[in-house]
């Protein structure tokens, strides 16, 4: 499974940059796709996920800026940020899932991530 990242770069605050991760390689059955961030010296956070259905969830730090939509056809997710601010800076990790066995346990699968940096 491949899951390859692109889209980052250096922005001002104010700016948008839009994220896109395609997925190749999965047999499985995607449940949900996101997006993940890590700021140095900090966890890895939430920022948003779809679900199979379109259904959407976002951080409560993004909710309003960020946007994330998919094309099925391209097994790709997108993430638009508008709206940058300095605090937004991180890796972003794409994010697919799926649920496997007769316990539906969830399986993740990450991508190497792509720099966004938001300069003030």
């Known amino acids: 499974v491949q899951l390859q990242a692109s889209g980052g770069g250096l922005v001002q605050a104010g700016g948008s940059l839009r994220l896109s991760c395609v997925v190749s390689?999965?047999?499985?059955?995607?449940?949900?796709m996101g997006w993940y961030r890590q700021a140095p010296g900090n966890p890895r956070e939430f920022v948003a996920t779809?679900?199979?259905?379109?259904?959407?969830g976002y951080a409560d730090s993004v909710t309003g800026r960020f946007t994330i939509f998919r094309d099925p056809a391209k097994n790709s997710v997108y993430l638009q940020m508008n709206r940058l601010k300095p605090e937004d800076t991180a890796v972003y990790y794409c994010?697919?899932?799926?649920?496997?066995?007769?316990?539906?346990?969830?399986?993740?699968?990450w991508g190497q991530g792509t720099q966004v940096t938001v300069s003030s």
């Open positions: 994010n697919v899932y799926e649920l496997r066995g007769r316990q539906r346990v969830r399986e993740d699968y």
């Open positions: 390689g999965f047999a499985g059955d995607i449940v949900g």
């Open positions: 779809i679900t199979r259905a379109g259904g959407t």
